[in-house]
């Protein structure tokens, strides 16, 4: 399993959570992929406006198979929610490392 960390400074909340929450726009185009397994969205309770974006995937290749493959709906998606966001930071792709 990897999980792909993304950090936001955001302008509205409300809108940003819809997009980017476990029931999102974002998690609703992932869905159905092979090796999707889920977002999280976590808030920062001593920041307003900073959240984590953690996107679940059986494997890399899953997730890269999946963004090459829809690669305009990709991007398209991307620059139609630019506006949500004052700063993204990816942190990176992780992986488990417990019962490894």
Partial sequence: MIALVFSYEIRDAE?????????????????????YIG??????VEHPGRYLVIDR????????????????EFMRRVDDTRYMVEQELRFGTFENVWGA
Avoid: C, I, K, M
């Fill in 15 to 35: 809108q940003f959570e819809a997009v980017h929450g476990p029931d999102g726009e974002w998690a609703a185009f992932f869905a159905g992929a092979r090796g």
């Fill in 39 to 44: 977002t999280e969205l976590l808030r920062d």
């Fill in 57 to 72: 995937w059986e494997s890399t290749e899953a997730y890269n198979g999946f963004v090459a493959e829809h690669r305009d």
